[in-house]
């Protein structure tokens, strides 16, 4: 079908708009009871002259771009009438009793009358429809937008397929006005609000998992299309693959206003798919003077715009092993060839956010996976960037602290703030790690022994389980609960800093801040060491706290304490670490040693670590 001239004259352009809506009949089309099963000639399609007439009224629409304010009105106020009808021939083409009926030619000829309807919704908004929001119409096209996004009148025989229904070409004509239309309401802030609360007010759960499945489902779609082979890659084709999959992306991202659509995507890896598609697309990473999909997509994903906790520990790392790092090494070297500043395209610098993020386990072993990997020539010309020297000096931290916690009996995890008094020990064997028990309340508190469960229950605990059993649960359902091997971790990476910089003076308290890139280290006053806050947040001002401090100075001879905090998403993670400092003979061999004020030499046995989630 071939396009319309753009200047058609305004009597024309209604004239072909009255003739459309006519043969349309405006009513919804009625499905034949004796449809074709594959075994059966199939008959002549009834309904090619509605797609037809379809076809024709998308281009009576097509260019009103070029019309005087009075004739988009005229255009406009026919559109507007018809709506209903319009509604109700988007929806019978779009169901999949129709779908049925298809052969590879009515495949093309369905999807292009869908295609022209959400040409025609997407002018009826450009027109005026969008300046009225609050009207029932404005709903009801929204709404259709919605549900052509979320049921392709294909999509079992796509998900079945091994080579696409479409070309590259034919899915740039079918599939991208349903893209476009959807695009438009996502990004309009007065139609987004509309797709939200409809979102939202949808309460059956197969509904919320189709629409979210939608967004994977459009990224198998791309995918089979823009990868099949034996199709020249011209530079029109490659730019609209590449506007459709970023604008895939985007418009989950504009909906993170839906919890649900959210916490689903994440479920299904659903950044990492698109990243990974981005690189699979791309024959190349940016080229000094271009920019290409990967790149484009690695910049829009990264940094996380106000992640949660379950995004930054189960998203990141999979954008990692997908290829995150890969892009911002890439984009580190590219800039030197080119003379230019790395990160130009990102919203912040996306090495040091990763920095920031690497203090947890499972993000450090993902760059751990990746650094292993990475060539030694390619090494060798990273070291020379400052901002790559220190994100390799704080990943040799963090992977020690992980490293170091790998045999969990290594530390003896006793929220007995007064163990050593109540136990005389530091350290435990393997076997007695896991004979030590755990509050059955709120199973936040774990001990070395029962003897030390009862005198921190008198001391603490009989007062904080019930607010704890509480806290867990919500930590729990948003995916930030800290579990006691983790703790475990955390101190192993507080011993690095011990072992870095350890205070001579019993009344300096060191404070490590995992958020600054690199980490950094601080002296405080005991005095200023209570009172810390990160911004009007105060860190140490609950119970438990104020106990280990106060213990800890009480002890100063004996006891060490040292804080740290760490940003998990929408939390702050916020440490306590205490150690024993213990004079030993001086040994070349024996690691993890330090000088006190006095020339001996020290180490240090752990005690305990106390983290909470603020």
Sequence with gaps: MQEWPTD??????????????????????PIPDD??????????????????????????????????????????????????GLISCLTFLAEAPYAQLATNERVERVYLAVSRLAMVFAQLLVLG???????????RVVHSALD?????????????????????????????????LFWFCTDEESLREI??????????????????????????????????????????????????????????????GSHTLQRRLIQDQFSATVLKLALDFSDKLSQPGEVSLAVTVASEIFPLVNPTAQEVLKVVPELIKA??????????????????????????????????????PCICRAIEEVVTRIPERTMESLLKIPVWVEFMLSG?????????????????????????????????????????VECSRCCTRVYCSIECQRVDWDALHKTECPASRVSRIGLELNGAWI?????????????????????????????????????????????????????????????????????????RDRVRVIGFVARLGQYLVVGLGRVRPVVVESDPMISGWQLDHRGRTLMFPPLTVYVKVI
């Design 323 to 360: 290829g995150l790092l890969n892009i911002i090494i890439h984009e580190l070297l590219s800039p030197l060839r080119a003379g230019l500043l790395p990160f130009g395209k990102w919203r912040n610098n996306p090495l040091r956010v990763l920095n920031s993020m690497a203090y947890h």
């Design 396 to 436: 040799i931290l963090y992977g020690k602290a992980c490293a170091g916690a790998a045999y969990r009996g290594d530390i003896l995890v006793c929220d007995n703030f007064q163990h050593y008094d109540t136990s005389g020990t530091t350290t435990s064997s393997y076997e007695h790690y896991f004979k030590g």
């Design 35 to 84: 449809a074709p099963t594959p075994d059966t000639e199939p008959r002549e399609d009834p309904y090619r002259a509605k797609i037809q007439a379809i076809h024709i009224l998308s281009m009576a629409c097509n260019g009103t771009e070029h019309l005087t304010d009075e004739g988009k009105a005229q255009v406009y106020s026919i559109l507007r009438q018809n709506l209903d």
């Design 483 to 555: 579990s006691h091997c983790t703790r475990l971790r955390f101190y192993r990476l507080v011993e690095q800093f011990i072992l870095a910089r350890f205070p001579s003076d019993p009344d300096q308290m060191l404070f490590v801040d995992t958020m600054a890139s690199p980490p950094s280290t601080h002296l405080f006053p005991s005095a200023v060491f209570r009172d810390l806050k990160y911004g009007s947040q105060p860190l140490f001002d609950d119970e438990r706290s104020k106990a280990l401090i106060e213990d800890s100075l009480a002890k």
């Design 8 to 29: 058609i004259t305004l009597a024309h352009r209604i004239r072909a708009l009255t003739v459309a809506l006519a043969q349309l009949e405006l009513h919804p089309a």
């Design 129 to 139: 429809l969008k300046n009225e929001p609050e009207t029932l119409l404005a709903e």
């Design 148 to 180: 052509l996004w979320t049921t392709d009148p294909f999509e079992a025989e796509w998900l079945e397929a091994e080579t696409p229904l479409l070309t590259r070409a034919g899915y740039e004509e079918s599939i991208h006005p349903v893209l476009h």
């Design 195 to 256: 797709l939200l609360e409809k979102i939202k007010d949808s309460w059956k759960k197969s509904w919320q998992k189709r629409f979210a499945k939608s967004f994977t489902f459009r990224c198998r779609q791309w995918e089979m299309v823009f990868k099949q082979g034996g199709q020249e890659r011209t530079s029109s084709s490659t730019g609209q693959g590449a506007w459709g999959l970023f604008i895939i992306y985007r418009m989950a991202e504009l909906l993170r």
